[in-house]
């Protein structure tokens, strides 16, 4: 009996042609402008994977919101397209793993760990204070927040280890311990 695969088992990966048959509104879809150089730094990524450049999903997926900000619909396509995967295939990565963003964050970007010794410590209450202070409201499923005129985000993320001077925050690139809502205000001040 002939079994007509759609997987390969040596990739577990389907072609392209057949993630984006013939005919399919897909078939034709354009990469987004890519910056120089970036799919270089793709493929270099999918040769860390010999066996299964399924496995170059998530690389993929870091470098996509690196250099974007967030991982749009265009980036689950052409990651999907790349990697020989359905677009679900993609999807379904991005909306379990809370470190991605599927939208945009603010120009200035708050993060809050949210893990047990910083929520021991007051992480919580922080967060909120943090999304009154700065007037967000909630903007995708893992809870990124962002204010009106698009200056401000404010995200739980988990811990960035640093747990014995929790609560822990960041603020685009820098570092924050010991965080009170005094110390809050001090750094919106200094950020704003
Ligand atoms: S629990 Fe917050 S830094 Fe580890």
Redesign the pocket.
């Known amino acids: 009996m002939s079994t007509n695969r759609v997987v390969d088992p040596a990739t577990q990966t389907i072609p392209p042609e057949q993630a984006y048959p013939v005919g399919s509104p897909d078939h034709d879809h354009l990469a987004p402008p890519l910056p120089v150089g970036f799919e270089e730094q793709a493929d270099e990524l999918i040769s860390h994977y010999p066996v299964s450049k399924r496995s170059a999903t998530l690389p993929l997926l870091h470098l996509w919101q690196e250099t974007f900000g967030y991982i749009s619909d265009d980036g689950i396509e052409w990651i999907g397209h790349k990697l020989g995967l359905q677009p679900i295939n993609i999807l379904e990565l991005v909306t379990f793993y809370p470190m991605f963003r599927q939208h945009p964050a603010g120009k200035i970007q708050i993060r809050v760990?949210r893990?047990?010794?910083?929520a021991m410590a007051g992480s919580y209450d922080l967060c909120n204070h943090f999304r009154q202070k700065c007037g967000t409201t909630e903007n995708e499923v893992h809870g990124l927040e962002i204010s009106p005129d698009g200056k401000y985000s404010v995200e739980f993320v988990e811990?960035?280890?640093?747990?014995g001077t929790?609560?822990?925050i960041m603020i685009n690139d820098d570092f924050h311990e010991n965080v009170t809502i005094k110390r809050a205000d001090e750094l919106l001040e200094k950020y704003r």
């Open positions: 760990c893990t047990l010794s910083c811990c960035i280890a640093s747990c929790a609560p822990v």
